[in-house]
């Protein structure tokens, strides 16, 4: 999956900060612009912190609901709304790999980020030493409405 989200999360992460710098660039100028500058290779800037959202999401999402399902004292549908929404907050635990997905995909259009061989390990530093052990949870609480809804319409209800 990081195969194919890798690339699109990109090409979608530098619309958006390209909109943000007032410029306008489509979804194809995107790919076209950082291509030739960057190679296939360019593509794929942030790829560890994709496999590693990508990785931890649906079984964090699945294992989490799983555990909790047994302990909702409730049955019939609303222990399964209940597991669900307590599994897929619970899953956005992961949230520090988005930022830093984000951190690593945001400046590929503007030549701001030359740091493009940094790690994933190396960027979730850099955004501790400027913004706090915080700013790697920017954005929790939609990523964790967002994973409560996810599963409870792709893990409980089918």
Not at 37 to 57: D, F, S
Request: with cysteine; charged share 15%.
């Amino acid at each position: 999956q990081s195969l194919v989200m890798g690339p699109t999360s990109l090409v979608v992460t530098a619309c958006v900060a390209a909109s943000k710098e007032g410029e306008s660039a489509s979804a194809f100028e995107v790919a076209k612009k950082v291509l030739q500058e960057r190679g296939i290779r360019g593509l794929y800037r942030g790829a560890p912190a994709v496999a590693m959202r990508q990785a931890t999401n649906w079984a964090s999402r699945q294992g989490f609901t799983e555990f909790v399902r047994p302990r909702i004292p409730i049955a019939g549908a609303l222990g399964e709304l209940i597991s669900g929404c307590i599994g897929g907050t619970l899953s956005a635990w992961n949230t520090p790999f988005e930022v830093a997905r984000i951190e690593s995909q945001s400046g590929i259009i503007s030549n701001s980020a030359n740091d493009h061989r940094k790690s994933l390990v190396a960027t979730m530093g850099d955004i501790v030493e400027d913004r706090g052990l915080g700013g790697l949870y920017v954005g929790l609480i939609p990523r964790a409405g967002q994973a409560c809804y996810q599963t409870l319409f792709l893990v409980c209800v089918p």
